[in-house]
């Protein structure tokens, strides 16, 4: 129950436990932690915006996957860039709102786990490897460099998937997302006439431009 | 030799002694009747109070303890023994009683004026309704900053900054106490106070209205807002 206990490490305690190589993971396993993804998707959709999308198994379960390689490459650094490749591979599904928002119950840790790898070794092929991930899910990857507007396509057409990026760049106060023209009228709209004390540089920074 | 006089009134005449508890010296006794009276010194004029006296009888004393009419060199009696009291233990102090009905502290009935001040609202009393659609769709930022509580009939108080565009009544603080927005006490120098009499723990916060009447809600009832917090709530109340 690698992934499963794994899944309960990182959701209740943050302290997680690892196997010491990168296997396939066994079905019974999967399914209890499709189970408790289920749960907490539940539990996250009270504190979205609007109507969260619906629960998505195979791109939440595809995304605790790659979290647990994630983490286990992070730490196991002799492993190469095939063994990267393989354990990190693309999400094989259709990128909907349902997918980009059941990816982020667990792809929400990513941007951390980014900035350590960046720390230990700025160019191996897991930072690069993670940098292309974070410019396909631009949702869960608030505070790093953005990619092409087209990647927020598909989230800024869904009421709370757009609604609740607005949030976390406004949370995270990430200025280069902020001040693309695409997104800058989104943020002034949720400050309203308050931008000057909820965000006062974003608030000056409208003023200059 | 004198020594004192003696002063003997009748018993009926206690309330009279009122008058003389104030001689230094006096001595009194009830005995058979009758009020005895001495201590004073057998020479030399006596107080005015004394004078006023209804004794009945009155009498030099010697050292042998023969008692001498006032003005005669016969003696016609020996001072009984008898157990002597001071004069202000002899006749202790009674409060009056009050010959008009008591009157209780005036009581002060909170009333509120329309004021002429522009104050910064801190609090809107609103709908649950309203409170529950508003929370489903906005900024997480404009949400952060508040508390709630929702009363039985369903009304909603949020506190914090800024506020949300939301119909209800706005409120300002004062001295801990919120009064609705336009509106300040009839004797503003009494805020502090009322404040402290009316919530001496500072444990929560008081709500007023136009006409005076207030509620307290204490502070552990205002919940930090979250999406979920508020949907939960609703859900409480029968809303989805």
């Known amino acids: ?209 | 030799m004198m020594t004192e006089r003696v002063f003997v009134l009748a018993a009926s005449a206690r309330e009279t002694l009122g008058g003389v508890r104030a001689v230094p010296g006096l001595q009194a006794t009830e005995a058979a009747g009758q009020l005895w009276l001495r201590g004073l010194p057998a020479t030399g004029e006596l107080p005015l109070a004394v004078r006023a006296l209804p004794a009945t009888a009155s009498f030099v004393l010697d050292a042998a303890g023969r008692l001498f009419p006032t003005g005669s060199l016969t003696p016609i009696a020996q001072l009984p023994t008898l157990v002597w009291q001071p004069i202000r233990v002899f006749v202790p102090l009674e409060l009056p009683t009050a010959a008009l009905p008591a009157q209780a502290a005036p009581r002060y009935r909170v009333q509120l004026a329309p004021s002429a001040q522009a104050e910064t609202g801190a609090a809107l009393l609103t709908t649950l309704a309203a409170w529950h659609e508003y929370a489903n769709t906005a900024p997480e930022i404009r949400l952060t900053g508040l508390r709630f509580a929702v009363a039985t009939d369903r009304r909603v108080l949020l506190l914090g900054t800024p506020l949300p565009p939301l119909p209800g009544q706005e409120h300002w603080l004062s001295e801990g106490m919120l009064l609705p927005a336009g509106f300040d006490f009839e004797a503003p120098m009494l805020a502090a106070l009322l404040a402290r009499q009316l919530n001496p723990a500072v444990d929560s916060v008081l709500l007023f209205a136009a006409d005076g009447s207030w509620e307290r809600i204490p502070n552990e009832h205002l919940l930090p807002v979250t999406r979920s917090a508020v949907r939960l709530t609703a859900k409480g109340f029968g809303d989805e």
């Not at chain 1, 959709?45 to 791109?59: C, G, Q």
């Not at chain 1, 976390?168 to 800058?184: E, F, K, N, T, Y």
């Open chain 1, 1 to 209: 129950m690698l992934l499963s206990g794994f899944l309960d490490d990182l959701l209740n305690t943050g302290a997680v436990t690892l196997g010491g190589q990168p296997v396939p993971f066994e079905p019974a396993d999967q399914a209890a932690a499709e189970v408790r993804l289920r749960a907490r998707h539940a539990e996250d959709a009270l504190e979205m915006p609007y109507v969260a999308p619906a629960f998505n198994a195979p791109a939440a379960l595809w995304a605790v996957e790659y979290l647990y390689h994630t983490v286990q490459l992070t730490l196991l650094r002799e492993l190469d860039e095939t063994v990267v490749a393989q354990c990190l591979a693309d999400f094989p599904g259709e990128t909907t709102p349902e997918a980009i928002y059941s990816v982020d119950l667990t792809f929400r840790y990513l941007p951390d786990l980014l900035r350590l790898a960046k720390g230990l070794a700025p160019g191996d092929a897991l930072v690069a490897r993670l940098l292309v991930t974070a410019r396909q899910w631009p949702f869960s990857f608030v505070g790093t460099p953005p990619d092409a507007a087209e990647a927020e396509a598909v989230l800024l057409a869904h009421p709370a998937l757009r609604q609740a990026y607005i949030d976390r760049i406004i949370g995270l106060q990430d200025w280069v997302r902020a001040a693309r023209p695409h997104l800058a009228p989104l943020v002034q709209a949720a400050l309203g006439a308050h931008a000057a004390t909820l965000w006062p540089d974003f608030a000056a920074f409208n003023l200059l431009t």
